[in-house]
């Protein structure tokens, strides 16, 4: 059982240039999320899909897209990249808790865009 | 109103101490609020968490206090180990799952 797993695990890219980050549960979760996380502003939320076939916008999707393509995928993609995308990014999935309910992270990509 | 309030941004405590973090919020419609930890290099993971009809859950060494009428709740990692050194992160429901984030503490336990 890997949990969530994402690649590339690090990545620099120039201005402009594209590129999709992948994101897989073998959880069989239905919930999963893309976040960004930056030095002093926390986990923000880019997009969220609550099961397959449905996407969300989070607090912060300009300039991302979003694939739910199974029930086990979820991949973010970069169409043009800017500096402001250099980031931390990290995936999750959801399952119920006896409280409410526990966020699975990935372990996370590096991303640096020049 | 969509947002969490953490404090403090850093902490430093002796092994055997109290570690006490605060949150704070505005909007009375979040009725869901976890911490998370992380330890560098990693993601986050579930601490633990609480609904607002209840004001303490004890899990351990961790407990959070909630107050509603002040829209605040705390974690308190008792018996501080160096073991416990990482980030902790409150956050908020604020709709279907979706969570809003706290800004984060960094916990330094010395030995």
């Known amino acids: 059982n890997a949990g969530v797993t994402q690649t590339p695990k690090f990545q620099v890219l120039k201005t402009g240039q594209s590129m999709t980050l992948q994101c897989a549960q073998d959880m069989n979760h239905n919930s999963m999320y893309w976040y960004r996380q930056d030095p002093g502003m926390g986990l923000r939320l880019i997009y969220y899909?609550?099961?397959?076939?449905?996407?969300d916008k989070g607090e912060v999707p300009n300039g991302y897209n979003v694939s739910r393509l199974n029930k086990r995928e979820f991949s973010l993609r970069l169409e043009s990249a800017a500096p402001s995308q250099t980031s931390v990014y990290f995936c999750?999935?959801?399952?119920?808790?006896?409280?409410?309910?526990?966020?699975?992270f990935g372990p996370g990509t590096r991303l640096t865009v020049l | 109103q969509q947002q969490v309030k953490q404090s403090p941004q850093s902490l430093i405590v002796q092994k055997g101490g109290i570690s006490i973090i605060n949150c704070a919020y505005e909007n009375t419609a979040f009725d869901y609020f976890p911490w998370y930890q992380q330890f560098p290099g990693k993601g986050p993971a579930l601490l633990i968490a609480?609904?607002?009809d209840v004001s303490e859950k004890k899990e351990g060494r961790f407990t959070i206090s909630f107050n509603k009428s002040a829209k605040q709740f705390s974690l308190h990692i008792m018996d501080s180990q160096p073991g416990d050194s990482a980030t902790y992160f409150c956050?908020?429901?604020?709709?279907?799952?979706?969570?809003?984030w706290g800004l984060g503490t960094s916990l330094a336990v010395n030995p």
């Open positions: 999750a999935s959801t399952r119920d808790s006896a409280v409410g309910y526990e966020q699975f």
């Open positions: 899909s609550a099961s397959e076939g449905t996407t």
């Open positions: 609480i609904r607002p």
């Open positions: 956050a908020a429901e604020y709709n279907n799952r979706k969570l809003i």
